[in-house]
């Protein structure tokens, strides 16, 4: 597709579950990016791959949260134990490769709702 | 990256020009200013970036003061669909928290008819 793809659009689960998130980036980009963002509020930075090199995980939450990427195309973001707090939108994004411009496309989210 | 600060809201009509400022007094050298706006229910969309010149797309326009203390977006003709939140983020290009966007509380632009 032209843009970057994210399923399910909407997921509702009971606290306690594990749930994965897909998100399918624009062909040909290399980086990848998953955010979450919380009703009402900014967005924060959660985990970054670029390439082969060992992604950058500094901004996942706690230890029940994890994201893997296939090669440089589609990532997985877990998140297992959900709790309430969990509940929010994650968003990805994708873009080249090329550091000078962060130019970032962003999916339309998966909304996670944590009952 | 350096702090910006712009105002919560503004409204513009519609097929006016929408002249939304943001000030980065702190802003070093390398750091570029970007523009961003998320359309409610969407993913944030780039809208155009710059260091020091003015820049133009087929979205809007970048003006920078020459001191780089502050920027102002331009959206030319602004329609009901400019209606978002639109975000000003100082980044230095490349660096080692690239990709890591800090997306503040922005400014709710509010086109009417």
């Known amino acids: 597709g032209a843009g970057v793809s994210q399923s399910p659009s909407n997921k509702v689960t009971e606290k306690g579950k594990d749930v994965e998130l897909r998100c399918d980036p624009i062909?040909?980009?290399?980086?990848l990016y998953w955010y979450r963002q919380r009703l009402g509020q900014g967005l924060e930075f959660l985990i970054y791959?670029?390439?082969?090199?060992?992604?950058?995980k500094s901004g996942l939450p706690s230890d029940r949260f994890s994201a893997e990427r296939t090669g440089e195309s589609v990532s997985t973001l877990t998140i297992q134990r959900t709790q309430q707090e969990d509940s929010a939108v994650y968003l990805c994004?994708?873009?080249?490769?090329?550091?000078?411009?962060?130019?970032?496309?962003f999916g339309s989210g998966t909304q996670l709702s944590v009952l | 990256d350096a702090k910006t600060t712009q105002p919560p809201s503004m409204d513009c009509a519609e097929g006016r020009a929408a002249n939304l400022p943001c000030n980065h007094s702190?802003?070093?050298?390398?750091?570029?200013v970007y523009w961003y706006r998320q359309i409610h229910s969407q993913g944030p969309q780039y809208i155009i970036h710059?260091?020091?010149n003015n820049e133009t797309n087929e979205m809007a326009s970048l003006i920078i003061t020459e001191d780089r203390k502050s920027s102002t977006l331009i959206l030319p003709h602004a329609t009901l669909r400019d209606t978002a939140v639109y975000y000003c983020?100082?980044?230095?290009?490349?660096?080692?928290?690239?990709?890591?966007?800090?997306f503040g509380q922005g400014t709710i632009l509010t086109v009417h008819p």
């Open positions: 994004a994708s873009s080249l490769s090329d550091r000078r411009s962060e130019k970032l496309f």
């Open positions: 062909s040909g980009h290399t980086a």
């Open positions: 791959f670029q390439g082969n090199s060992a992604p950058d």
């Open positions: 702190t802003i070093s050298g390398n750091e570029y």
């Open positions: 710059g260091l020091k």
């Open positions: 983020i100082v980044r230095v290009a490349g660096g080692t928290s690239y990709g890591k966007l800090t």
